[in-house]
């Protein structure tokens, strides 16, 4: 090897390790400051919001004895007759054994004396107490859930589909998924909107959007006329869900030097087919970037964790089933965002997916962030009635298949399904048709074959004359 390549080498080398060890270092401060944030919840005694902490430590560091030990000892503070033990990996944490504990947790009022609320919440130690209650806002299309604990969706099931086994299809459900603001107060605590009890505005606890629009606002009130709202909209015959955000006179408790406040959204997916390996080969994470194409973890990867940082902004982001999706889109943009997917050995569920997003922040004393969610199937033509490229989340394929897939074989299937409800049949009418189309071309393909198998004793035979020829 001459000089220039030794020394491309070396740099290389150089480069991998110090990349090395720049993420090291980074995945090291982000344990160590999560686990700063659990231990002083834990402290403070507010259990469940401490847990949720120390399982985010876990993403950074997957075997650290000490953070299974604060799991176990809060489970068993919070349920003291649990039997659940937290070793290994971060697979061994599966949502199906914890589920009941988070419910009958999630479920049982909680209550901090004034002075532990004012410590740990400032501003918001009101609405630190309370009892979990649940809405129900549906449509002839989608049925959701909403907790006044976060103001969060609960959970998102999909009408007129099921699962393998003929179960109501539900995108996701319970305490296997997390929503919330973060940001820090004047006076520099840490607040998460999920960790706060919501008051529903209106008394009623279920809404019918089948005939009507219909909206439920979930207030956190701050106090002396200051609040932040959940308003979720929705209308008949959508999958699309409208989140409006209002921060009202939030000027005077938001630190003044933030641009913009992080939203957290986390799933746990569950299984709806019958081939696991097949669904999950064909489920993905995938974004948008803002006024740009659509990207994302590719499908059928081998690598049982993927992350990304993406510094620019962004439009929209979808937890991508193999038939169905979950999308939360911005009006405007996020103004960055950080994407996990991570395949996960459990027997419900098979994926966690979660995004951090930047919202921009203006610092204004009335805000409001319009948001949506998009929680319905992964249907062509369904996606692209609402535009914003959702409908990418559709893989097609690349090249002139892609446009053959688009144009013909989606237009033919729907054409189909006017006229016939059983897909079987629809599928195997399908496949005639398309053979039908290419019989001029594999037929011609047939005759040359068969022309060179008559051909071939006397090509071989001009071989055996001439060798070298």
Do not use: C
Not at 404 to 417: C, E, G, P
Not at 443 to 452: C, D, N
């Amino acid at each position: 090897m001459d000089k220039n390549t030794i020394t491309g080498i070396i740099i290389i080398i150089a480069i991998f390790i110090l990349f090395g060890m720049y993420n090291t270092k980074k995945t090291k401060k982000a344990y160590e400051d999560e686990i700063g944030v659990a231990d002083s919840l834990f402290d403070a005694r507010n259990y469940e919001a401490a847990r949720l902490a120390y399982r985010k430590a876990l993403t950074y560091k997957v075997n650290e004895e000490y953070v299974y030990e604060k799991i176990g000892s809060i489970n068993s503070i919070i349920i003291p007759d649990t039997t659940s033990t937290y070793s290994g990996t971060t697979n061994d944490i599966k949502p199906e054994e914890t589920k009941r504990q988070f419910v009958e947790s999630v479920e049982k009022a909680v209550v901090y004396s004034d002075e532990e609320a004012q410590n740990m919440y400032g501003a918001f130690s009101s609405s630190a107490s309370g009892e979990n209650s649940f809405i129900t806002l549906e449509n002839d299309k989608v049925k959701i859930e909403l907790s006044t604990l976060g103001g969060r969706v609960y959970s998102a099931e999909i009408k007129n589909y099921q699962t393998h086994d003929s179960l109501p299809l539900i995108l996701f459900d319970g305490d296997s998924t997390e929503f919330g603001i973060r940001f820090f107060t004047i006076d520099n605590k840490p607040i998460e909107t999920k960790m706060f009890y919501f008051k529903p505005v209106k008394e009623k606890t279920r809404f019918d959007a089948s005939g009507s629009t219909q909206s439920v606002p979930l207030r956190l009130d701050i106090g002396e006329n200051r609040y932040i709202e959940f308003l979720y909209t929705l209308e008949p015959g959508s999958f699309m869900v409208d989140l409006d955000i209002t921060l009202y006179g939030m000027d005077k408790i938001i630190a003044a030097n933030l641009n913009s406040l992080d939203l957290n959204w986390e799933i746990f997916m569950p299984q709806q087919e019958k081939g696991r390996q097949n669904e999950n080969d064909y489920s993905s994470l995938k974004y948008k970037f803002f006024e740009g194409e659509v990207a994302g973890f590719r499908m059928r990867s081998t690598k049982d964790v993927e992350e990304e940082d993406i510094p620019t902004k962004i439009k929209w982001v979808g937890f991508k089933d193999q038939f169905f999706s979950s999308v939360i889109i911005a009006d405007n943009f996020f103004v960055n965002g950080y994407m996990r997917s991570e395949q996960i050995d459990s027997e419900k569920h098979f994926r966690n997916m979660r995004t951090e997003l930047g919202i921009p922040y203006e610092g204004k004393s009335e805000e409001i962030i319009n948001l949506s969610f998009y929680f319905g199937p992964n249907h062509f033509q369904t996606l692209k009635k609402y535009g914003l490229e959702l409908k990418e989340l559709v893989y097609l394929g690349k090249s002139i298949i892609r446009y053959i897939n688009q144009y013909v074989i989606i237009s033919l299937f729907n054409w189909l399904d006017n006229y016939i409800g059983n897909y079987g049949i629809i599928i195997l009418i399908l496949t005639i048709i398309i053979k039908m189309g290419l019989f001029p071309f594999t037929f011609k393909s047939y005759m040359s074959q068969a022309k060179m198998r008559v051909l071939k004793p006397q090509v071989d035979e001009i071989s055996a004359k001439f060798p070298k020829k």
